[in-house]
């Protein structure tokens, strides 16, 4: 996968160099010489650019980039400026980060959808995310059982639980499921929220774009998803 990050500060650098070192291509970008000249040697390129001006933002190749992610951190303001610069590029993909509910707020009335929080997600965890197929989420229970949110994969769309092999075949156990919606928020913008559909029972079935919540070995789970 192509990324392109935008801000190379303690988060948004731990990303680039992770995600360079899981094979993937990675353009970093920052406004500060010295965090570029810093990164240059640890991922594929780096660019020395003000990404809250569109024309210098226009230069960027935004659009050959398959998610884009705006992790700058010490100015709320220029990160709000830069989201809303990437999606005026038409970027396939967005990731912002927020260090603050207001921030949040404001990227979710620009309609952004995926938001991290530095604080308490790692870039180690993120990495994971963006490049697991059908991974979204874990809580570590302890370092060999986790319980992971995961799509449901195609195998296994259009199937009652009970019907598949996900327990005897891979040991794992599917706690509930989830459905993702539509809701308007209060500025009438359409968002994606998540709603668990129900317990998982033998007779529920499993339908394209929910979600698993499954809970098992972590050698299991890798397994499950690959």
């Known amino acids: 996968m192509n990324f392109l990050i935008v801000g190379l500060g303690n988060f948004g650098g731990a990303l680039a160099v992770r995600l360079t070192q899981l094979g993937h291509e990675v353009i970093g970008v920052d406004s500060s010489m010295s965090k570029v000249e810093m990164f240059k040697n640890d991922i594929t390129h780096t660019i020395c650019a003000n990404c809250t001006d569109i024309h210098t933002a226009k230069e960027i190749p935004v659009k050959d980039a398959d ?126 929220t998540m709603e668990v559909k129900e317990m998982a029972k033998a007779d529920t079935l499993l339908e394209k774009g929910e979600i698993l919540v499954i809970f098992g070995h972590v050698k299991d789970i890798e397994k499950f998803l690959e």
């Open 67 to 192: 998610v884009v992610i705006v992790s700058i951190g010490e100015h709320e303001g220029n990160s709000i400026m830069v989201t809303a610069n990437m999606k005026q590029l038409n970027a396939k993909r967005i990731i912002s980060r927020a260090v603050s509910q207001t921030q949040e707020t404001v990227l979710r009335a620009m309609g952004i959808e995926e938001i991290v929080h530095p604080e308490q997600d790692s870039a180690e965890k993120l990495a994971k995310n963006l490049t697991s197929e059908g991974f979204i989420d874990s809580f570590e229970l302890s370092s060999e059982y986790s319980i992971v949110k995961a799509e449901v994969p195609e195998r296994y769309e259009g199937k009652r639980l009970g019907e598949t092999d996900i327990r005897s075949k891979h040991n794992i156990n599917v706690l509930t499921i989830i459905s993702k919606t539509k809701k308007r928020n209060f500025l009438g913008i359409k968002q994606s």
